[in-house]
């Protein structure tokens, strides 16, 4: 069959319905583009998106995402189930574990929050529980309010791209659209179809997730136990993550993980004879590493698990990916609006790559003290005794729940490239408040009449906020990306640049 040449119907195609690709509609639907996803599963339901399979830690970045579009209130989870990772009351609780690097347990009482910079009393938790489900429920109401349409039942098998549109075919059938984003997942056909290189590195494990009746767990040690053959760990009677060092080969061989397997790798790594009655639910994963090396091939773009991969060890993955969103979302709309310079979009490989690599070490960094082998036990001692201390604790907590995160934009006040304080204005509105509609914002704590005027020029792209805050941190005023992100800050130490400057990098008034 032949593809149309009509003019699209659709601005973007997203491959993918997982919480990437539904978080992006979304994003693309508010920045007024027309959005059609396509899903190759008929059904979202699966067990491995629920409790206890699908449990999913949320960091900073994301729970800033959440509250700046006004669907934080809509997760459930976190307020019934005890959050692991954030201490309602942390001089009663300071051994309590909130967190880990390679299984070392990370202690509230030895992190010092004051430590990271531009934290306001009253902000957002730094993380936070929630499963896949509850996620991709949130995000496919949403979608679906603002306009996309979600095809279920349609995998993507092929990508064409011309200078001006992109046909993407699910067997014999054309969509047409002017870009797709591939958030089809670590298999990514778009990103195959798109032709991107995907380096990285061969795993060396193979990670298995199981819901099992054991005979006798107390043979089991409680917590997370790395062993002289790998790493075992049973959180909840019956759910037991286990780490068995074989290369991958288990998981790349496509086996059916059965009882009988999975109770021969708990007895080698656990040096028991643990016994297994019954085998509910499993799944294997492992600590392959890649990356895209773009994040960009003309009018095909990749967010997710589909630009990059690695071990969940710390539970980054999807945080990453929500991240990937939150920075491509308001910029591929302003190129369809013809608001932004089709460049501006290469700022997305530029920001995103890099904390997409650091990820990927981080986790990279974890494998190698969690081998089973006398050098990394040695290297994994020294590293629990610095996270023992408050700095290591601070630092490690810092880089899990993302408190680190920053954009290189240029400039000098340390804010810039920063996700924005939650400042609240004397009427009591909060900034977070303010994003829901995804516009970029000046945000004038001096009413200054020449800012007001600037982004006058800018209508229809930036919001003028103006207002005396109750904490402002020492700055006069600041330029807030849809994102969150602090593009130009003045007062204090610094200005971060000539304004006008930065407004024309970010968008293009010739076309008004
Ligand atoms: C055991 C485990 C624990 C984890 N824990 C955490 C954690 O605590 N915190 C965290 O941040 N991350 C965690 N992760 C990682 C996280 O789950 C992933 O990074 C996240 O799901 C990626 O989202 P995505 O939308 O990019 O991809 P996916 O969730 O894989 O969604 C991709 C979607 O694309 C669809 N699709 C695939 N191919 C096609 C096609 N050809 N055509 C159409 N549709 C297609 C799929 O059906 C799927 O719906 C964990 C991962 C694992 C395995």
Redesign the pocket.
């Known amino acids: 069959m032949k593809a149309t040449t009509n003019q699209p119907s659709y601005d973007v195609i997203i491959?993918?319905?997982?919480?990437?690709?539904?978080f992006l509609a979304c994003e693309l639907a508010l920045g007024q583009c027309r959005v059609l996803v396509?899903?190759?599963?008929h059904n979202?339901e699966s067990p491995l998106k629920r409790l206890p399979?699908g449990?999913?830690?949320?960091?900073s970045p994301?729970i800033e995402a959440l509250l700046r579009r006004g669907l934080l209130e809509e997760l459930e989870i976190h307020k019934r189930l005890k959050n692991p990772h954030v201490s309602a009351k942390p001089q009663q609780d300071a051994q309590r574990q909130v967190g880990h690097f390679a299984g070392i347990p990370l202690l509230e009482g030895n992190i010092d929050r004051s430590k990271w910079a531009y934290r306001l009393p009253g902000s957002p938790d730094t993380s936070l529980i929630s499963e896949?489900a509850e996620l991709e429920t949130i995000l496919t109401r949403r979608a679906e309010t603002l306009g996309v349409a979600i095809r279920r039942g349609?995998?993507?098998?092929r990508v064409d791209q011309t200078g001006e549109n992109v046909t993407v075919w699910?067997t014999d059938q054309p969509f047409e659209a002017k870009w797709i984003v591939g958030?089809?997942?670590?298999?990514?056909?778009?990103r195959k179809a798109g032709g991107f290189a995907f380096e990285g590195t061969e795993p060396e494990f193979t990670?298995y997730?199981t819901l099992i009746d054991i005979v006798d767990p107390e043979k089991l040690r409680p917590g997370r136990n790395v062993t002289s053959k790998g790493m075992y760990m049973q959180s909840q009677p019956g759910y037991v993550l286990i780490q068995d060092f074989d290369g991958g080969a288990f998981h790349n061989s496509g086996a059916a993980i059965t009882r009988e397997h999975i109770q021969a790798v708990l007895r080698r790594i656990s040096g028991t004879d643990v016994t297994i009655r019954t085998r509910h639910t499993a799944?294997t994963?492992t600590d392959r590493a890649r990356q895209a090396s773009q994040y960009r091939n003309g009018r095909i773009l990749l967010?997710?698990?589909?630009a990059h991969i690695h071990s969940?060890l710390g539970?980054?993955?999807?945080?990453?990916?929500l991240g990937d969103v939150m920075n491509l979302g308001w910029k591929l709309a302003a190129v369809i609006r013809k608001q932004a310079p089709e460049a501006l979009l290469d700022t997305y490989h530029a920001e995103r790559h890099p904390i997409g690599a650091q990820v990927l070490d981080w986790s990279r960094a974890q494998v190698a003290i969690m081998r089973p082998d006398p050098q990394a036990r040695a290297l994994r001692t020294i590293v629990q005794d610095l996270i023992d201390t408050g700095d290591g604790a601070t630092y490690i907590a810092g880089r899990v729940w993302g408190m680190y995160t920053r954009y290189d934009l240029g400039g000098h006040h340390p804010l810039t490239g920063r996700s924005v304080p939650d400042f609240q204005l004397a009427d009591g509105t909060k900034i977070a408040a303010l994003m829901h509609d995804g516009q970029m914002i000046l945000l004038d704590f001096e009413e200054n009449p020449s800012l007001r005027a600037l982004a006058n020029a800018y209508a229809r792209r930036i919001k003028y906020v103006s207002g005396k805050a109750k904490d402002r941190l020492g700055l006069d005023a600041l330029l807030i990306r849809p994102d969150g992100i602090v593009a130009w800050a003045s007062g204090g130490a610094a200005a971060s640049g000539d304004l006008t400057e930065i407004l024309n990098r970010y968008w293009d008034v010739t076309e008004d």
């Open positions: 491959s993918g319905a997982g919480p990437v690709g539904l396509l899903e190759k599963e979202p399979f449990i999913r830690g949320l960091s994301t896949m349609v995998r993507v098998t699910s958030c089809d997942g670590s298999r990514s056909v778009v990670g997730t799944t994963w967010a997710g698990d589909a969940p539970g980054q993955g999807l945080n990453l990916g």
